[in-house]
């Protein structure tokens, strides 16, 4: 008995290709809908800390006239992160098993991977703002000791939430992530959407004329720094490109296409699940992109107009105004409860996205074998638990999620130049050219790295004073 589940095991991990896993793919987009599912994870952790927090500041500061850049950020990444997953789907091999590869090596350790283990770094501080800017609603909807804003309540939900997490998803299944991501993602997407839709019925109505004026591809004078940090966070960043690759292969992409074996009919397997790939790609990308439209458009018409701007643990009733200010006072539970979903989204799919990530990392460092789903799940559980724990330490010391949001997305732009370089190795050393996009695609990835490495080159420079 035990001797044939150890056989069937490895046909059962995602991570593993064996003829076994082979799956026809869907034709068209009715049969392929009950496939996608790795684009809502993704949706869910990028309609957070991003949108809330950065994009909404970014429109408080500039008001409407960044509005094209809202627009830019979330479409010029999307080249890049479908390309890396065509090379997941075709190899089974997931986003940093790819990057070690990527010469050169520094002390044997691929030098994309170094940049990413400081990319890391900073975004401990990304999500300790997250953990924090949603421990700050539970509070003030729930205070325990009197003011919400004291650090008695912060703390008790600040654990809360960490403890919480942590149970929900120690057991990493696939399934339970998506479709928590799935209800998380409902329930942000409609209220704000509505609500961004609803202001020209109210006392802060923007008009035609004030689209326009967003549209313009102009930069203000000292809001090029927010800018910066948006154009890194919201979209697709580093770090989503880069944990994208896991949920295509724990969705079954990979698996299902098969080893490759040079035949036509791996090609056109490959090519149809990466069909479905560019389908799940692109409803994630129309559900971020009118949240993160929202969200700027609340912030360029409501906080703009007041001179209001989201700072330090106030942020929460900063945001809160531009509910309160067009609906009345009792649409701030309305408000809260949205925060939580937006923000909890972040964090319900951060988590487990990077206990793989590090532990994808530590499995190139040779600290385990990444092929042994035993070890890996060991690891992931481990990372399950102290990166929730590390990051509510974090909050409660710095307590300021706009800034410690604002510095990762800077360094996240920072880090998807090395990401657009190990795309484009892989891209030429490692995928069959089988299935390599058309002239097309071609053009959009070149337009889109060329952005994304500008974005980089600026953001050293800045980071370094020359500039």
Not at 76 to 95: C, M
Not at 165 to 185: F, K
Not at 297 to 316: D, H, K, R, Y
Request: hydrophobic share 55%; charged share 10%; with cysteine.
């Amino acid at each position: 008995m035990s001797e044939s589940i150890e056989r069937s095991a490895p046909a059962a991990d995602p991570y593993t290709l064996t003829a076994d896993g082979i799956k026809e793919p869907p034709v068209g987009w009715r049969a392929s809908l009950r496939y996608l599912g790795p684009g809502l994870i993704l949706s869910a952790s990028i309609v957070g800390s991003g949108e809330l927090i950065a994009t909404t500041a970014l429109g408080a500061q500039a008001g409407f006239v960044l509005l094209w850049l809202v627009i830019v950020s979330t479409l010029v990444k999307v080249a890049v992160q479908v390309e890396l997953a065509r090379w997941t789907i075709a190899t089974g091999q997931p986003a940093l098993t790819g990057y070690a590869k990527v010469p050169p090596k520094i002390f044997g350790i691929g030098w994309v991977n170094l940049l990413w283990a400081v990319l890391a770094l900073s975004k401990l501080l990304q999500l300790g703002g997250i953990i924090g800017g949603t421990a700050v609603a539970f509070s003030i909807l729930l205070p325990i000791g009197g003011d919400p804003l004291a650090f008695q309540s912060l703390l008790v939900w600040t654990a809360v939430l960490a403890i919480g997490s942590i149970a929900l998803l120690y057991s990493n299944r696939y399934s339970l992530i998506e479709r928590g991501a799935a209800v998380l993602v409902v329930i942000f997407t409609a209220v704000t959407v509505l609500i961004a839709l609803g202001l020209p019925a109210t006392p802060f109505a923007y008009g035609i004329d004030d689209l326009g004026s967003g549209l313009q591809f102009l930069i203000p004078a000292g809001a090029l720094g927010a800018a910066l940090a948006m154009f890194g966070i919201t979209g697709v960043g580093a770090d989503e490109i880069t944990f994208y690759t896991y949920w295509c292969v724990e969705k079954g992409y990979a698996r299902w296409v098969g080893p490759n074996d040079g035949s036509e009919e791996w090609v056109r397997r490959a090519n149809g699940w990466i069909r479905v790939m560019y389908k799940d790609a692109f409803v994630s990308w129309v559900i971020y992109t009118f949240g993160t439209l929202a969200f700027y458009l609340m912030g360029a018409a409501v906080l703009n107009p007041q001179g209001l701007t989201p700072e330090g643990n106030g942020m929460i009733t900063t945001l809160s105004r531009m509910y309160t200010d067009t609906l009345g006072e009792w649409a701030n539970i309305i408000f809260l409860l949205g925060a939580i979903a937006v923000l909890g989204s972040t964090m319900w799919a951060s988590i487990p996205s990077w206990s793989r990530m590090y532990t994808n990392l530590l499995a190139t460092f040779g600290v385990l074998d990444w092929q042994d789903p035993v070890a890996r799940l060991k690891w992931i559980r481990v990372f399950t638990v102290a990166l929730p724990l590390l990051w509510g330490v974090l909050y409660l010391t710095i307590q300021s999620p706009v800034i410690m949001v604002q510095i990762a997305g800077v360094m996240t732009g920072i880090f998807l130049v090395g990401v657009v370089w190990a795309v484009y190795w892989l891209r030429r050393n490692e995928t069959d050219p089988r299935l390599h996009g058309g002239r097309g695609f071609s053009v959009f990835l070149a337009v889109s790295s060329a952005a994304i490495a500008l974005l980089g080159v600026y953001s050293l420079l800045d980071v370094f004073g020359v500039i």
